[in-house]
Structure formats: structure tokens, C-alpha cells
């Protein structure tokens, strides 16, 4: 039986993210507490309540939101450690901190000893963000008196199977038909579309700064194979070489063939990363350039869809995006085929500064906005838990 929840409201998010310096090293870990989980200055739930700002990724925005709106007072990351070192920690503000739970395997969904053995000590926080792989279902069982919340990020709904999503209260999506898929596998379970990745968009994160446009598009993506970079290089190889692109890669296998492919075609592409680049640097870049594409096809909804548009960015998207097309609006950008990306980039080239992407977003997916709708579902969870 889980220890009851903590008398601080309180959110994590686990992430599927397994880090460590021993990547061959897999064995079950000890049912130990970890080092930061007994150092009295790392104990969950402590310091002094500030208010919250809302910025980072998508791991960061909706817990800050959530402090932000007053739902819960403070926030944890998690992932997963593989190895014999210590997992670390580390805290960001009065707020937000980070920890790490060593593996007992590395097959999703990740379980870990550690971290069923920190729920049981310290208790199951009021709610709990589960993204992508999730975790094993033991943990959900210890948080089932949590509110807990699970997003894939990316095109499939659920990348978990049946004995772990069944503990979702809600599921976050991207579209109508991951809703659907969600119903089907567990009919009348919650879902909501609030892809975390744009919905939960930072005010002044990114922002225009009224530098000059030398590139005309910038594609800020993983070099990874479903990120289709090669639906952009084939459009720029039917275009004249003065159209310029600007591709920033935070991480990502492709990245050296990418840089082979356009300069054997003499492409006028500017790569950047990996490694990626702090989050300010990312915004100048995209200032640099007059509007954003994304060109995936089995992608969630990308949390650059808003934060192109917030840097005053329209966006050409790929017109078979199986998440995230709702922001694609007449004031917010264009979609265009596969066979059809040569044209609308040229027709972008010439009309993004008729677009109103910025104002379009302040005004329907900042935080602020999702926040509402979220925290009204969270307390119907609630009180219906109750």
C-alpha cells in the first residue's frame, strides 16, 4: 500500500528518458532509496513556494503550469538510470527538481525498484504526467490514489500496453483519431486534445526580435528518420539555389548524412547541432529566417508548431501531419503535399509577412489558455477520486 499523498500538492513528470554512463550495464537495481531520496536537503515536497515561471520544453511547461494556475505548489522530473553510479539530482528553482531512479531493465515500460521504493517512502504525488514509454505498472498501482495524466508524444496514442495504460485517469492527444484509438482500447476513459508540446507554448520564450531575415526557412527538428528532412531536401533540389534553409538538429542519428546529402546536391542548406543550443539561441535562429517548416508525417503534435509562430514565424506543414494540423490556420500558415512542398515554398517565400502567426497563438494555445481546460478536467478527476 502506498503511502498516503503528501500534505504539499505536488506533480511529477516521468519521463521515458533512460540516461547513465554504463549504457551495456543492465541488472536489476537494489530496493534501495538512492542518495538524493535520504539527504534531508533533496526530500520531496520541501523549501520555500514561489511563484512559477512557465518556460523550458514540453517536460517543463505543464508543471510549471500547473504551479502557475495554482493546481499544485511543486513539481519533480523523473527518469530512469542505468549503472552502478549514484542517479543524480538536481534542483532547478524553489519549485522544480530533477531526479533519476536506476532500471531494474531497459525493456519498456521501464520498471525500477528505486522508484517504487521513494513512492512507498516519501508518497504518490497529487498528480502524476506519464510521457511516452511509461512506466511499469507496479508504480501506478502505488500512485492510484494520484491523478495521473499520460501523453505519447508522438503518432501513436498509446505506446504503452493494456496493464499500464488502464491506470490513466486522462489521456492527453493530438488529434481526434488518437481520442478515438484511446476509447477504443478502454472505452470511457478521459482524453482531452491538449498536446503538451504546443498547447502549453511560453509567452516569451519565443518572441520576434526584428533582426534581419537572411534564410527563407528553417526546419528546427531531430535528425531522425520520421522528421522526413527528406521531403525538404527533395522540394529544395527542384528549386532554385538562392532559396536558403537554416536546419537545426538538438540530437539525432541522420545529422552527417543530412550534411553529406546537401552538399553533394549543392543545396543552399545552414546546419546547426547536434549538439542543440540553448533555448535563445534557437529563438535567434529562427528570427533569421521568414517562416518554419515541419515536414513529418508519423509525428505527434510538435511543440515547434507554436513556438515557430510565437517567434512570428507562419509555418508550411506537411498536409499528412497525423497530429497537430489544428494550428494550421489562414493567419497562422499554409499545408502543402508531399509533391507539393517545391510551390509552397516559393509561395511562402513571398507572403509570410502577411501572416499573423504570433497574435493567433497569444490568443488560443499559450498556457494560459490550455491551463483552464486542463485544470477543469483534473478537477472533475478529482472529485470524482473523492
Keep these: ?182 476509447e477504443a482500447r478502454h472505452p470511457g476513459m478521459r482524453t482531452a486534445i491538449l498536446p503538451v508540446g504546443p498547447e502549453f507554448a511560453a509567452v516569451d520564450q519565443f518572441r520576434p526580435l526584428r533582426t534581419p531575415k537572411d534564410v527563407d526557412l528553417i526546419y528546427v527538428a531531430a535528425a531522425q528518420p520520421y522528421k522526413r528532412h527528406d521531403i525538404l531536401f527533395d522540394a529544395l533540389a527542384q528549386l532554385p539555389r538562392d532559396v536558403r534553409a537554416l536546419c537545426v538538429f538538438g540530437y539525432g542519428e541522420d545529422a552527417d548524412a543530412l550534411r553529406h546529402r546537401a552538399r553533394d546536391q549543392n543545396l543552399s542548406i545552414e546546419f546547426v547541432g547536434p549538439p542543440g543550443v540553448p533555448i535563445d539561441e534557437v529563438n535567434r535562429l529562427m528570427n533569421r529566417a521568414k517562416f518554419g517548416v515541419v515536414c513529418g508525417i508519423d509525428d505527434g503534435a510538435p511543440a515547434i508548431l507554436t513556438e515557430y509562430m510565437l517567434a512570428g514565424l507562419p509555418v508550411l506543414a506537411n498536409d499528412e501531419l497525423r497530429c497537430g494540423l489544428q494550428f494550421i490556420l489562414p493567419e497562422t500558415g499554409m499545408t502543402a503535399s508531399t509533391t507539393g512542398f517545391a510551390d509552397a515554398i516559393l509561395t511562402m517565400r513571398e507572403t509570410y509577412d502577411q501572416f499573423r502567426p504570433r497574435h493567433a497563438v497569444l490568443e488560443r494555445w499559450t498556457w494560459q489558455h490550455s491551463i483552464v481546460r486542463l485544470g477543469a478536467i483534473i478537477q472533475q478527476i478529482h472529485d470524482t477520486k473523492q
Aim: glycine share 6%.
Design 1 to 182: 500500500m502506498a503511502a498516503p499523498l503528501t500534505a504539499r500538492r505536488s506533480v511529477v513528470v516521468i519521463s521515458d528518458f533512460v540516461d547513465g554512463r554504463h549504457p551495456g550495464h543492465d541488472r536489476p537495481s537494489p530496493a534501495l532509496l538512492p542518495a538524493h531520496a535520504v539527504d534531508p536537503a533533496n526530500q520531496p515536497w520541501i523549501g520555500d513556494l514561489a511563484p512559477a515561471d512557465v518556460t523550458g520544453g514540453y517536460l517543463e511547461r505543464l508543471p510549471l503550469a500547473l504551479i502557475a494556475a495554482g493546481i499544485v505548489e511543486q513539481a519533480e522530473i523523473w527518469h530512469h538510470w542505468r549503472g552502478d553510479d549514484e542517479p543524480p539530482f538536481r534542483r532547478d528553482n524553489a519549485v522544480l527538481a530533477r531526479r533519476a531512479f536506476r532500471i531494474d531493465d531497459k525493456h519498456p515500460p521501464v520498471a525500477s525498484s528505486q522508484m517504487n521504493a521513494f513512492v512507498e517512502t516519501f508518497g504518490a504525488p497529487h498528480i502524476l504526467v506519464v510521457l511516452g514509454l511509461g512506466v511499469a505498472p507496479e508504480l501506478l498501482t502505488l500512485c492510484a490514489n494520484s491523478i495521473i495524466l499520460y501523453n505519447s508524444i508522438d503518432a501513436p496514442s498509446l505506446r504503452v500496453p493494456p496493464d499500464v495504460s488502464e491506470h490513466f485517469d486522462l489521456v492527453l492527444t493530438g488529434a481526434q483519431w488518437q481520442s478515438d484509438e484511446v
